[in-house]
T-cell receptor, first 111, second 112 residues
């Protein structure tokens, strides 16, 4: 079935360093969504990418969707302690509705 | 105040007992979902429903059951057939395909 693989599983950074998490699929994705889950909390939607090669920015966060629509990345510039949490990518099967999440990348930021 | 509500936040049950987790939304969303999250793990899809009176199995449906009799409600029953029921359960809803999912606060189920 449809799967999205996410790497790395964990990332420890010093505050001010950059961070990137990657999401990969063996099949073409209809879309990619990114969510953030703070420790002890629930996932919160960040953004959705739909078009091939799409790039979107939210302040220090940059989201990319690959040209072949099989991979995506989330890059955080100059991490802050408020960035701590787990970042998930998610995608839907062809036809929609069945939403599958990647395993997530847990970000630790040391002040 | 619109949102998606899960109750209770914490639930303890004895092994062998069925337990039902509540999920209610007043966002007028058609689609609803149940995910299971284990410590340090991602979200695994249990069941989802695109519309009232219809639902489909996700990747780990064994030992679980659902109903969707009302648009607002999508309860999940964890049956005694579920071998490792202790986990964090998250309910989500979305308006339609290719839209953002809104999550409830989750229910942390512990079976002893």
């Amino acid at each position: 079935g449809q799967q999205v693989m996410q790497i790395p599983q964990y990332q420890h950074v010093q505050e001010g360093e950059d961070f990137t998490t990657y999401c990969n699929s063996s099949t073409t994705l209809s879309n990619i969504q990114w969510y953030k889950q703070r420790p002890g909390g629930h996932p919160v939607f960040l953004i959705q990418l739909v078009k091939s090669g799409e790039v979107k920015k939210q302040k220090r966060l940059t989201f990319q969707f690959g040209e072949a629509k099989k991979n995506s990345s989330l890059h955080i510039t100059a991490t802050q302690t408020t960035d701590v949490g787990t970042y998930f990518c998610a995608s839907e099967n062809t036809g929609g509705f069945k939403t599958i999440f990647g395993a997530g990348t847990r970000l630790f930021v040391k002040a | 105040d619109g949102g998606i509500t899960q109750s209770p936040k914490y639930l303890f049950r004895k092994e062998g007992q069925n337990v039902t987790l509540s999920c209610e939304q007043n966002l007028n969303h058609d689609a609803m979902y149940w995910y299971r999250q284990d410590p340090g793990q991602g979200l695994r899809l249990i069941y989802y429903s695109q519309i009232v009176n219809d639902f489909q199995k996700g990747d780990i449906a064994e030992g679980y059951s659902v109903s969707r009799e009302k648009k607002e409600s999508f309860p999940l029953t964890v049956t005694s057939a579920q071998k490792n029921p202790t986990a964090f359960y998250l309910c989500a809803s979305r308006l339609t395909a290719l839209t953002e999912a809104f999550f409830g606060q989750g229910t942390r189920l512990t079976v002893v």
